[in-house]
């Protein structure tokens, strides 16, 4: 074999995974479809759990350097002017995934993975008792083990016959980043008819705007990608109009699945959205992917080892999957559907505003805890 692990995908699962193996000295090959770095689809706003996540990748210093947006305090609204705000439980980041990815990528490869980007992994064969095949536009590659951290839909997971790939799915969602708006230590969520937006500041000053709906709503759009029932929103309206986009980065992507996709497909491991992916409104997908890793690791590791059998990996690595995040996917589901109807979306953020504490436990139950690491980093504010 060549190589003891192959990590198709180089986002958060990926990176993460690959860092914290090679860290262990196993033989680490990471792939990656994209040149980096590359601007991704996303929101952009780093929940406050990823500060130990990152100190214990060791970028955070380079988080710091590049000067991610610190963000205490998050903004609800509806279409009804309805507005809830509340304090959030530590100091959340804004970062871009242009900086982000990168960071991670060359993180991997400081610390000894092999790093491959602009390289498409177009099929994965074989199983742990035969080793596994990758093939790719640049070549095939063998290993003990493969983790598929490829993100939320890919050409791949047609290639493996995976049962969500075969059903469509409703939901597209844009990202640009934009000038002329300032929303210091602040991320605004505008629920709209049919979908909701994020806006909050990046490491550049921008602000970045993410909105996720429902395709029906793409049958009135201005030619800023800027579906009309974004204009519904008294709030995010008076957002909009002083904000610019810049044509250099905004992204759309469609078909964007919330199922749970499986732990496994045969004996290929899924980390990060590969497995599953958390509704944006969480703002939290970003945490999960870099602690789907985290799970993962030492039981990779304890397998190449020969100190875990394959059947006790599988169950292992499964049960703790579902266990900690099954409850938290459904969770959000739920408050993805209340907040695309206006009348559900008025009366769940009324109901929070009179209630903090539902609010609270609402935020706190799609949410993991900070991870168990030894450091005591605080982010400077
Ligand atoms: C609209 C929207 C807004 C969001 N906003 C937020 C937010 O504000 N905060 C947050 O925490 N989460 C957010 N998320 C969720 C978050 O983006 C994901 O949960 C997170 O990126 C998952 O990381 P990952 O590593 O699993 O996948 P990704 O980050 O998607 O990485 C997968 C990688 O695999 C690569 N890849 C795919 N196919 C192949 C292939 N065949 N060969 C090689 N490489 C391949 C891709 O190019 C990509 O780099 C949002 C999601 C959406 C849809």
């Known amino acids: 074999m060549n ?13 993460s995974a690959a860092i914290q193996l090679a860290d262990r000295g196993w033989n680490v090959l990471l792939l990656e479809q994209q040149k980096y770095p590359v601007h991704k689809l996303c929101g952009e706003f780093l929940s406050v759990e990823v500060i130990e996540n990152f100190a214990n990748l060791g970028i955070l210093d380079t988080v710091q350097k590049v000067g991610a947006h610190p963000i205490q305090n ?31 990528f060359e993180r991997a490869e400081s610390v000894g993975a092999i790093c491959q980007d602009g390289t498409v992994v177009r099929d994965i064969s074989g199983d742990f008792k035969t080793g596994f095949k990758v093939s790719t536009n640049s070549g095939e590659f063998t290993s003990r083990m493969v ?36 929303l210091p230590g602040m991320i605004e969520l505008h629920a709209f008819p049919g979908g909701y937006c994020g806006l909050s500041m990046i490491e550049t000053g ?28 008294p709030v995010l309206r008076d957002r909009l109009a002083h904000m610019t986009i810049n044509p250099a ?53 304890d397998y190449l080892q020969g100190t875990l059998s394959a059947p006790r990996f599988k169950a292992n690595y499964r049960d703790t999957w579902q266990r900690e995040f099954k409850l938290r996917l459904q969770l959000g589901r739920l408050m993805h559907s209340a907040f695309i109807q206006p009348q ?16 609270h436990w609402l935020i706190q139950n799609t949410r993991g805890s900070a991870s168990p690491v030894q450091s005591n980093h605080a982010f400077s504010v």
């Open 3 to 15: 190589y003891d692990v192959i990590i198709v995908g180089a986002g958060l699962a990926g990176c």
């Open 74 to 104: 998050a903004l609800l609204t509806t279409t009804t002017g309805e507005t809830f705000e509340h304090q959030l439980p530590g100091v959340a980041l804004g970062l871009s995934r242009y900086q982000l990815d990168l960071m991670l």
């Open 147 to 182: 983790l598929a951290a490829h993100g939320k839909r890919s050409p791949l997971d047609t290639q493996l016959d995976r049962p969500f790939a075969r059903r469509k799915s409703p939901w597209v969602a844009f990202k640009a980043h934009c000038d002329g708006l300032r």
């Open 206 to 233: 921008q602000v970045n705007l993410c909105w996720i709906g429902h395709e029906t709503i793409l049958n009135g759009s201005d030619d800023r990608n800027l579906p009309n029932a974004l204009y519904d929103n």
């Open 249 to 301: 980065v905004k992204h759309r992507l469609s078909q964007i699945s919330f199922e749970l996709k499986g732990n496994f497909d045969g004996d290929i491991c899924m980390i990060g959205d590969t497995a599953g992916m958390i509704t944006p409104l969480c703002g939290d997908g970003m945490a999960m992917a870099l602690r789907t890793a985290e799970i993962a690791v030492p039981m990779v590791s």
């Open 344 to 359: 559900v979306a008025q009366v769940s953020v009324s109901i929070c505003r009179s209630f903090p504490a539902i609010g």
